[in-house]
């Protein structure tokens, strides 16, 4: 078998080639594990406690008969093997135990030791094992290998999701005091700041007011993206990202304009400055239901009528599947619209009422495909039908664009494969995995490269967009390759008044 | 003697196969899913849910669109093993249902699907490097139980042919709590034993993947969560 080998011929091959296993390929890989205070702040020890055995086994028992998810996937799995190849991180890796059963069997494992008959009188039987340190190391490293994609789950006779069982897992892990650096720091900040990246509202309020300048240093005219007010219709929620990393922010003005062009009453909360929630990773109901609470309170507080998401993924999962669950009832909001609505349903709206004058040909520089993001294409849904999350982006996208092809079709929709930094794992000390996981994306992408000239590829997620514009540069692509749904709307649209080159040409030749 | 002590055998693991599952059925059902996950794209109505798990459960839907090998032998094993049971349903019943009569002649021929289904599996588990990798010495020991029901069967049909009509008395009268005289063909031990030993397994293996795959969430629930709150007791808790 050639590895390591990097030379194009070998990458261009099936996306989905299955790799031999190599086992340990990733053993030891670790990200930083978090600090006491980071810890504290979100309630759990700040380190290993001295009675962890004790302590993660009686949590293994409350998830048991807590979660019925937790409970029937670690006693159905047959072993069939059926999902043996359908992580993203298995066929970048060829680690088995990156296979999604072999993920779950890292703790089904100890499970079965503890809590079932079998397991009990005769463990060798059935693989059931002790709880020790290594195990605890394996389940450290391998559970932050999984980016909690729902993949899997999808091929499975069963629907054994294995993030239920990694999101398991790292709850254990946390209330043994083992937490993970990069996803307890962040729920931390926006307990005490309202985002992830720490932004307070002053620097907000500056960070907007700049691409408001932008805009309308762009296009001569006024957009504006509104901070805080009260009476609003509409109170927008996004990625933090949304504020200042490429292409995301693209995708904020791509809103602002759609707003703008629709005439809605809408506005930004600096409270709830955060559409992520990081609580669906480490599978804390507690934490990730008080980070929700907080769009309840910003909604009440500007006293709004409607709620609408920006683009990220585990965002809308958390919005669109939980949101009701966690800080509802809604009886306050307008309930003619949907609560929560996602932008590109509201987009796809306006578009189809014609409320947006849209020049496709602005993207025509552009030979686009469409990434669907995890969350959205297997935990949420758009609009009324099943399936609505697959075709409002694309409605949108050929709204907008001339040029548009698809990825190979076990690799997008339901099937689609993760950007390879989801579910937590979207940190420097993960940068390995990352490249690897992303493996299986990038060759669809250069097939459709080769086959169809497609030079970008869209998306609507955060942590998506910043993830390929990490590793696209290692597979042979420009950073800025990756781009926003509504950046592509937002070079479309022809604002109301606004000049645009014709015009000018029309002026010319009067003159 | 062997006639009264696989009797007493035979209620015994009738009561561990009914109780067994019975308390994991009542665990399952009593668990509360916290939250919204069927994997999208999800029916929005529950007929619709019932639609999705009818196609799981007769065609295999998901193992279809996974794996055309395993679903090749699984739904052939498991689809010939329902043929097989109707079958078997003759000698606890007098008179015959008419459909159990109308399955007889398949269900003979299911005998062979059904083994063959199971050895293909099997080879798969043998073969394919990354399910040896996941196999356990019980996954094998299930399957070698099952072609064992299987073959000690189709022996008895079609080479050494056992007093059928004998062993079909010694059942009614099980049912009706009577104690009657059971052949003693070696084959027929082997058949009977194997039998009880799989349902006395039943529930606590991962035989418990059939009442399982009714409770899995992600395959259960109904994608409404906009229209609809829901809420697990011990969240709503939370609340208060
Ligand atoms: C609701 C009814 C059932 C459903 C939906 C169901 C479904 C499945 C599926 C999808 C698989 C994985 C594919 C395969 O390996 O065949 C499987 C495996 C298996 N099933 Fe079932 N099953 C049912 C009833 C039963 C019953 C009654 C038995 C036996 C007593 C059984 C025994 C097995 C065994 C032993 C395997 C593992 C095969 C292997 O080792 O590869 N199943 N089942
Ligand atoms: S597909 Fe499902 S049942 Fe089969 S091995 Fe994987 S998790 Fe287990
Ligand atoms: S959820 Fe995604 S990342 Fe995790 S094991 Fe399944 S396919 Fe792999």
């Known amino acids: 078998m050639a590895d390591g080998n990097n030379d194009i011929e070998q990458q261009i091959r099936d996306a989905l080639d299955v790799p031999c296993l190599k086992p340990g390929a990733m053993e030891g890989l670790k990200p930083f594990v978090a600090a006491p205070e980071h810890q504290e702040k979100l309630g759990f020890p700040g380190e290993l406690v001295p009675d962890w055995k004790e302590k993660a086994l009686a949590k293994m028992k409350d998830l048991a008969e807590k979660n019925r998810a937790f409970q029937v996937y670690l006693d159905a799995c047959v072993k069939c093997g059926a999902c043996t190849d359908k992580c993203h991180y298995f066929l970048g890796t060829g680690d088995p135990k990156n296979m999604p059963v072999a993920r779950q069997d890292l703790l089904r494992s100890v499970y079965r030791r503890y809590f079932t008959f079998a397991g009990k009188y005769f463990p060798w039987l059935v693989g059931a094992r002790d709880l020790t340190e290594e195990v605890l190391e394996e389940w450290y490293s391998y559970y932050h290998q999984c980016s909690e994609c729902r993949r899997c789950s999808v091929f499975c006779p069963y629907g054994i999701d294995t993030a239920e069982i990694t999101m398991a897992a790292r709850e254990i892990l946390d209330h043994i005091g083992v937490g993970q650096k990069y996803s307890n720091e962040i729920i931390g900040k926006v307990k005490s700041v309202g985002n992830n990246l720490g932004l307070n509202p002053k620097a907000l309020r500056a960070t907007l007011e700049d691409l408001e300048e932008d805009i309308e240093d762009d296009t001569g005219i006024s957009v504006r993206i509104p901070l805080d007010e009260k009476g609003a219709d509409i109170l927008l929620v996004t990625p933090s990202a949304d504020f200042f990393a490429e292409p995301h922010i693209d995708g904020l003005i791509g809103y602002a304009k759609v707003f703008h062009e629709t005439g809605a009453s809408w506005t930004l909360s600096s409270y709830a400055s955060e559409a992520a929630n990081f609580g669906l990773f480490i599978g804390s109901y507690e934490n990730m239901r008080e980070i929700a609470l907080r769009i309840r309170k910003a909604a009440e507080d500007l006293g709004v009528k409607r709620i609408i998401f920006g683009e990220c993924g585990h965002a809308w999962r958390v919005a669109y599947s939980f949101l009701n669950t966690l800080a509802g009832p809604f009886d306050f909001l307008d309930q003619n619209y949907p609560i929560p609505q996602h932008i590109l349903e509201y987009t796809w709206d306006a578009i189809q009422k014609g409320q947006l004058k849209l020049d496709k040909s602005r993207n025509d520089h552009l030979t686009l495909t469409y990434h669907d993001s995890c969350n959205v294409a297997r935990a949420s849904r758009m609009g009324d039908m099943p399936g609505g999350q697959f075709e409002i982006p694309r409605n949108v996208i050929k709204a907008v664009c001339n040029n548009f092809y698809e990825m190979d079709r076990d690799t997008i929709r339901e099937s689609t494969l993760c950007c390879g930094g989801g579910g937590g794992l979207l940190t420097d000390d993960l940068m390995d995995l990352r490249i690897k996981g992303a493996s299986p994306r990038m060759k669809a992408l250069q097939q459709v490269t080769e086959d169809h000239g497609v030079t970008h590829m869209a998306a609507i997620c955060a942590i998506c967009k910043t993830q390929f514009s990490k590793v696209m540069p290692k597979y042979g692509y420009d950073m800025d390759s990756i781009v926003s749904v509504h950046q592509l709307v937002s070079n479309a649209i022809i604002l109301t008044g606004q000049e645009t080159e014709e015009d000018e040409q029309n002026e010319e030749e009067a003159a | ?240």
């Open chain 2, 1 to 240: 003697m062997l006639s009264v002590i696989y009797a007493l055998s035979f209620y015994a693991a009738t009561l561990m196969l009914v109780v067994g599952v019975g308390l994991k059925v009542w665990k399952y059902a009593r668990t509360p899913a916290p939250l919204k996950i069927p994997t999208t794209p999800a029916p929005t109505t529950t007929a619709g849910v019932v639609m999705r798990m009818f196609r799981e459960v007769v065609f295999f839907e998901s193992l279809f669109k996974s794996n055309k090998w395993i679903w090749l032998f699984g739904w052939m094993f498991h689809m010939s093993l329902w043929l097989v049971l109707v079958r078997h349903l003759r000698y606890f019943i007098d008179p015959v249902w008419f459909w159990v009569a109308f399955a007889q002649p398949y269900g003979t021929y299911a005998g062979f699907t059904m083994v063959l289904g199971l050895l293909g599996l099997w080879a798969r588990r043998i073969l394919v490097e990354r399910v040896r990798y996941i196999t356990n010495p019980s996954d094998h020991l299930i399957l070698a139980l099952l072609v064992l029901i299987g073959a000690s069967g189709l022996l008895m049909r079609f080479v050494y042919r056992v007093d059928i009509v004998s062993v079909k008395l010694y059942m009614l009268d099980l049912l009706r709590l009577r104690i009657g005289e059971l052949p003693s063909d070696p084959i027929l031990q082997v058949h009977l034993w194997s039998a009880l030993a799989l349902m006395v397994i039943f529930p606590i293996s991962k035989l418990l993947h059939v009442p399982g795959v009714f409770f899995s969430p992600t395959r259960n629930q109904v994608d409404n969560p906009r229209e609809k709150r829901h809420l697990a007791p011990w969240a709503a808790q939370l609340e208060k």
